[in-house]
C-alpha cells in the first residue's frame, strides 16, 4: 500500500514537524499539513505499519483469527438474526468445513465457487477454506443464465458450494447442464437430486483445528479469492485478490480504533469485498462482534443497532439515504453508535446522519476491488473520501489528470505527457505502478488483456506507468479529495456496480432491435446512477416513428426480468433513428448523458420501469415530476 523507506521518511518528518508546530505555533503552519499530520499519525502509526509488519512476518489474517479464538474462545463473534456464536463455537465450524474440503479432495491453490447470502455458513466457509489455502470465488447470488455461468466457469472451480436457500438454488439448478460437469454440493436440503449433499461431510468432519502445514508455502503474492467487477466487454471481471491485500483490508479499520469491545453492523453482501474482506477480516483481527442483516430494511435499521448495541456502522450510500428518509422518531439518536465507515455517502445524508442521527463521527473512503490502494477521511470532512497532498503522494504516488468527456481519454499536452488538473477541477485518479504494485495488480483471471488497458504510460516522464482507477476527483484547497464521477463502461445503482455493455448486449438479442446504448442518469436525491438505454428499432430506419408498441415494451421488459439482477435493468428507455459515433468508432454517450429523460431536452417518447406493475410505460411530464420529487420510487 505505501513505499516503506519512503512511509519512514515521512514519518520521521510528521514526528519533527508534531514538536515543530507546539514549538513554533501552529499558526505558522499551512492547515492542510495540520491535517496530514493528523493522517500520518492516525493511519499510518495505527494500520499501515502494524499491516507491513504482517506482510513481511507472512502472518495471514487466518493467523490473526487463530490467536482471537485462543485470546478469548467465549467472546461472541457472530450474531445473525435471533442467533449468536462465539469464537470457538465459529472456529470449531469452520474447522469442520477445512476437513470437509480435505476429505471432498480439495487442496492448497484449488477453487471453490461460494454461492451463499448474509448466513452463517459463508462466515464458517471463507474462514475453513482460508485454514487449508482453497481459493473462494465470491458469487452474485443476484446473477441469472449467462452471467452466471460465466462468472462460475472463468474461477475454473473444483467446484460449487451453494446456499440452503431455495431462492438462490434454483438459479444454479437452471444451468447446471453449462458447467462442464462442476459438482455443486449444497447446504440444507434440496430439490434438486444432482446437487451433493454438504451438511453429512462437514457433520462427520472433525471440529480440532487443521495443522498449519496446510498453509506454510502461502505467499502473500498468491491468490486468495476472486472478487467480480463490472466488465467493460460485457460480463464481470473475476478480480485477482492476493493475500497481501486481504492482509490490507484487515487492518484497513485500525485508523477506526475498532477493538474488540466494538460490535459491527453490516448489511452489504458478503460477495462484496466490502463486507467480507473489510469488514469481517477486521473483526477477526480485533476479536469484535459482527451483527450480519441478511437484508437491509430502512425502517429496522435502528431499532437493530439499539437492541444490538451496535457502536459501528459499515454502510453504502444508497443504504444510508434510505434511512434518512423514514419518518424521524424521537428515538432517532437513542442508539450506541460512535462511527460510520463506508462509500458513496451524499452530503445532505451525511448532514441527516450527522444531525438527526446524531452519529458523530463517519469514515468516507475510496477503494476498488481490483486496485491496490485506497483513501479514507479521518477528519469528518463532510464530502470527502480521503485526501492527496503533496506530502502524502510522498507515501502513495499518485496524480490526477485532465481528461476529455466525450473520448475518456487523458489529455496529454505537446510533449505527449498528460496533463495535470488543478485543484477544484475533475481529474482522472492514476496511481503510479512500482515494483510491489505490479506484484499485487494482478488484474483478472482469463481476462489478462483487460490488465494491460488499466495500465497508462507517459504520464509525468516519458516511459512512467499508472494504473487508471476509471474514477475522477476534485481536491480543494486543503487537499480533501471529492468523488466527482466514474468513467468507463460502468455505473453505480443500488450499491451495485453496473456494465452498460453486459445490459447492452442482453438487449440486443431481440431481433425487433439493431442496436442499444446503456449509459448512467442522475435521478434527484438518489444515490449513483439510474440505468437508460437509448435504442434503434429495426423499423425505425424506415420511419420517422420512435415510439414502442405494447409487443416491443413486452418484450424488453421480459428479456431484461430474465437476464439481468434488478439493479441492472434500465430504469428508462429512449428510441433513437441512429447513433452518433466517435472518431473511434464507439457510441457517443456524451450527447445522451446530458439529455437524460427529461422531456424538454428528449425529442422522442421516454419510456419508465413501473417496478410496480414490472413493465415500462410512456413517460409523461407528470410522471416525470414524480419521478424527480421522488413520489414515484426507481
Keep these: 500500500m505505501y513505499q516503506k523507506s519512503t512511509m519512514w521518511t515521512v514519518i520521521a518528518g510528521a514526528i519533527t514537524g508534531l514538536f515543530g508546530a507546539s514549538y513554533l505555533g501552529i499558526k505558522f503552519w499551512a492547515p492542510w499539513v495540520v491535517y496530514d499530520l493528523k493522517y500520518i499519525w492516525t493511519v499510518m502509526i495505527s494500520s499501515v505499519l502494524p499491516m507491513l509488519s504482517d506482510i513481511k512476518k507472512r502472518k495471514l489474517p487466518i493467523d490473526r483469527f487463530q490467536e482471537t479464538v485462543k485470546r478469548d474462545p467465549k467472546k461472541t463473534m457472530l450474531i445473525v438474526e ?156 473475476a478480480a485477482y485478490i492476493p493475500y497481501e491485500k486481504v492482509v490490507k483490508a484487515s487492518w484497513a479499520l485500525a485508523a477506526l480504533n475498532i477493538s474488540k469491545d466494538d460490535i459491527i453492523y453490516t448489511s452489504l453482501p458478503l460477495y462484496h469485498s466490502a463486507a467480507s474482506l473489510l469488514t469481517v477480516e477486521n473483526v477477526i483481527r480485533t476479536g469484535a462482534t459482527v451483527v450480519l442483516k441478511k437484508k437491509f430494511s430502512a425502517s429496522q435499521f435502528i431499532r437493530d443497532c439499539r437492541d444490538h448495541r451496535v457502536t459501528v456502522v459499515h454502510y453504502v450510500g444508497e443504504i444510508l439515504r434510505y434511512v434518512a428518509a423514514t419518518p424521524p422518531s424521537s428515538s432517532d439518536s437513542d442508539h450506541c453508535i460512535r462511527c460510520a465507515f463506508g462509500n458513496g455517502l451524499r452530503r445532505d445524508v451525511w448532514k441527516v446522519m450527522s444531525d438527526r442521527f446524531k452519529i458523530p463521527h463517519i469514515y468516507e473512503f475510496y477503494a476498488a476491488t481490483e486496485m491496490p490502494v485506497g483513501m479514507v477521511n479521518i477528519s469528518n470532512k463532510l464530502g470527502a473520501v480521503g485526501r492527496m497532498s503533496p506530502l502524502l503522494k510522498m507515501t502513495l504516488p499518485s496524480e490526477f489528470v485532465l481528461y476529455d468527456q466525450a473520448t475518456e ?185 446530458q439529455e437524460g429523460y427529461d422531456l424538454d431536452k428528449v425529442d422522442s417518447p421516454v419510456y419508465y420501469l413501473n417496478c410496480k406493475e414490472n413493465t415500462y410505460k410512456e413517460m409523461t411530464p407528470e410522471i416525470e415530476k414524480q419521478i424527480n420529487s421522488g413520489v414515484i420510487k426507481m
Design 82 to 237: 435471533k442467533s449468536s456464536f462465539s469464537y470457538g463455537e465459529g472456529n470449531a465450524r469452520a474447522n469442520k468445513i477445512a476437513h470437509s474440503a480435505l476429505s471432498l479432495g480439495l487442496k492448497r491453490g484449488d477453487v471453490v465457487a461460494i454461492i451463499l447470502a448474509n448466513e452463517p455458513d459463508f462466515i464458517w466457509t471463507i474462514l475453513g477454506l482460508q485454514k487449508v489455502g482453497v481459493q473462494m470465488a465470491f458469487i452474485n447470488f443476484n446473477l441469472r443464465n449467462e452471467s452466471l455461468v460465466h462468472v462460475i466457469k472463468v474461477a475454473e472451480p473444483k467446484m460449487i458450494f451453494v446456499s440452503r436457500e431455495k431462492d438462490i438454488q434454483n438459479p444454479v439448478s437452471d444451468i447446471k447442464n453449462e458447467l462442464a460437469g462442476i459438482p455443486i454440493y449444497h447446504f440444507g436440503e434440496a430439490d434438486d437430486p444432482d446437487f451433493k449433499p454438504l451438511d453429512g461431510v462437514i457433520e462427520e468432519s472433525s471440529d480440532q483445528d487443521v495443522s498449519e502445514e496446510f498453509r506454510k508455502e502461502i505467499k502473500m503474492i498468491d491468490n486468495c479469492c476472486y472478487v467480480y467487477t463490472s466488465g467493460t466487454t460485457g460480463l464481470p471481471k
Design 409 to 593: 481519454d487523458v489529455v496529454r499536452n505537446k510533449d505527449g505527457l498528460c496533463v495535470l488538473a488543478p485543484l477544484d477541477t475533475p481529474g482522472l485518479l492514476l496511481l503510479k505502478l512500482n515494483e510491489r504494485r505490479r506484484m499485487t495488480f494482478e488484474g483478472y483471471k482469463g481476462k489478462e488483456s483487460e490488465r494491460k488497458k488499466k495500465l497508462v504510460h507517459d504520464v509525468i516522464v516519458p516511459g512512467d506507468c499508472y494504473i487508471n482507477t476509471g474514477d475522477a476527483f476534485t481536491r480543494d484547497k486543503d487537499y480533501f479529495v471529492y468523488f466527482a464521477d466514474r468513467l468507463g463502461d460502468t455505473f453505480r445503482w443500488k450499491g451495485e456496480n453496473v456494465s452498460t455493455t453486459e445490459v447492452a448486449n442482453i438487449l440486443v438479442e431481440l431481433d425487433i432491435l439493431t442496436d442499444a446504448c446503456v449509459y448512467g442518469v442522475e435521478i434527484p436525491d438518489n444515490e449513483g446512477k439510474a440505468g437508460m438505454a437509448a435504442v434503434s428499432l429495426k423499423h425505425s430506419l424506415k420511419t420517422d416513428d420512435l415510439s414502442l408498441t405494447q409487443e416491443q415494451i413486452k418484450a424488453i421488459a421480459q428479456i431484461s426480468e430474465k437476464h439481468l439482477p434488478s439493479y441492472a435493468r434500465p430504469r428508462f428507455i429512449r428510441v433513437v433513428k441512429e447513433f452518433e459515433y466517435t472518431s473511434t468508432f464507439k457510441q457517443s454517450k456524451l450527447r445522451l448523458k
